[in-house]
């Protein structure tokens, strides 16, 4: 049984969306069914010159949020806490830490989900819909990995080393680690994050730069 939670947000530069991504991760965090005391909210502020830490009120990448995580809730045992992450530019339903401590009751050590886009209307027209093409599974699970909806069992995250100090993929990169070292991981189809469909990519190879080279290979 999950007794204790973190949702953990890196970053960078994000000072027009943390807002909403903090109340929305809030808004999860007071619904998934703990105690406020057993809890925790962890934002990340990556090398900012803007205002996201004075707006986040936290200071300063992924993994340096999962050890915060791991400090804040040190005195539970790590099979009974859960670390769940997402990103600044990506909005969580109410439902999501609700959704993700169901699974890990269940028995599950992780949970990889899925994201959409909230708005198209900074990429060319056509994008949405070579989107819903490429991006497809089926209604069960899916195959894809996602910084902005995922969750892990905290002892499942130390067993697996956790997120590594890489440029990117790192959310790619321990859930291979995960699957590697034999812990179970929930793909569901039906548990989706809202998240930008910016061109300005935070991360090389991120979700931004796929859509980019989505759009490219459309209009060759």
Known sequence: MIRAAA???PAHEEAATIGRCVRAAAASLAACGLSAQRCHLV???DA???ATAELSRVGAARAVGMRAALECTCGERPRSVWLATTDADSTVPRHWLA?????????WDAVAGTVTVDDWSMRPPG???AFAEAYSFSDREHPHVHGANLGVRASAYVDSGGFGALPHAEDHALVTA???????IR???DLPVATSAREDARAPGGFADRLTALARARSE
């Open 7 to 9: 949702v953990v947000v």
């Open 43 to 45: 934002v990340v502020a």
């Open 48 to 50: 900012c010159t803007d």
């Open 99 to 107: 959704e993700h401590l169901r699974y890990a009751d269940a028995g």
């Open 127 to 129: 994008l949405a819909t």
């Open 178 to 184: 995960l699957h590697l070292r034999g812990h179970s």
């Open 187 to 189: 793909r569901p189809a």
